[in-house]
């Protein structure tokens, strides 16, 4: 029997993918029991308002351009076929159909993990899934049942305090935020002309 491949799911909008992004996967994959990292796109998160996000095409477009120097690193517009709003929980059920030999964990801030409680069917992915926590300067407390829970990892990440809010408002107002994303990442956006 093949050993089943280890794969974290990273989702975001990354609307763009910068550095903090590709700096955060790049480490869980390195650094954990991981074989891959998919990047996957969200098409329309429930929480965030639906006018700030560029097209789900561009945005998977930058991410697949972003990871193309890392091999353990791809990018997954799986949820783009899912009805939206779309939920972590029918992602993995989807995922674990589709993909029946692997083995999918989550893979978030330690923002997200102080809010996992507030999820539709939090207990199925906690108590099914592997969470890869990596820290995020953040507001509040993780609630008591995550803090040993068997299934939630810290792994100690650099913390990474870029936003892509932070990018789309420096580029608004003609900043160079260069450095802060993937060279080819930037010429996409900038020959787009987007965010301006």
């Known amino acids: 029997m093949i050993p089943s491949k280890k794969i974290g799911l990273y989702f975001g909008t990354f609307n763009p993918i910068h550095v903090g992004h590709l700096t955060i996967a790049n480490h869980m994959v390195e650094f954990s029991d991981l074989d891959e990292v998919w990047l996957v796109v969200t098409p329309h998160n429930p929480h965030k308002k639906k006018k700030t996000l560029l097209d789900d095409i561009h945005r998977l477009a930058m991410v697949q351009i972003a990871v193309e120097e890392y091999p353990k690193l791809k990018a997954s517009n799986i949820e783009f076929d899912l009805p939206q709003p779309n939920y972590t929980v029918n992602t993995l059920a989807y995922l674990e159909e589709k993909y029946p030999e692997a083995q999918f964990s989550l893979i978030m801030g330690e923002d997200n993990l102080k809010s996992l ?14 969470l890869y926590v990596y820290p995020r300067i953040s507001e509040g407390n993780v609630e008591n049942e995550f803090l040993a829970h068997g299934n939630i990892h810290r792994v100690a990440a650099p913390i990474m305090e870029i936003s892509s809010t932070f990018i789309r408002k420096a580029i608004k107002d003609r900043k160079n935020i260069r450095p802060m994303l993937p060279q080819n990442v930037w010429e996409y956006l900038d020959e787009m002309n987007f965010y301006r």
Do not use: A, L
């Open 117 to 130: 409680h507030k999820w539709k069917n939090y207990e199925v992915i906690v108590n099914r899934y592997d």
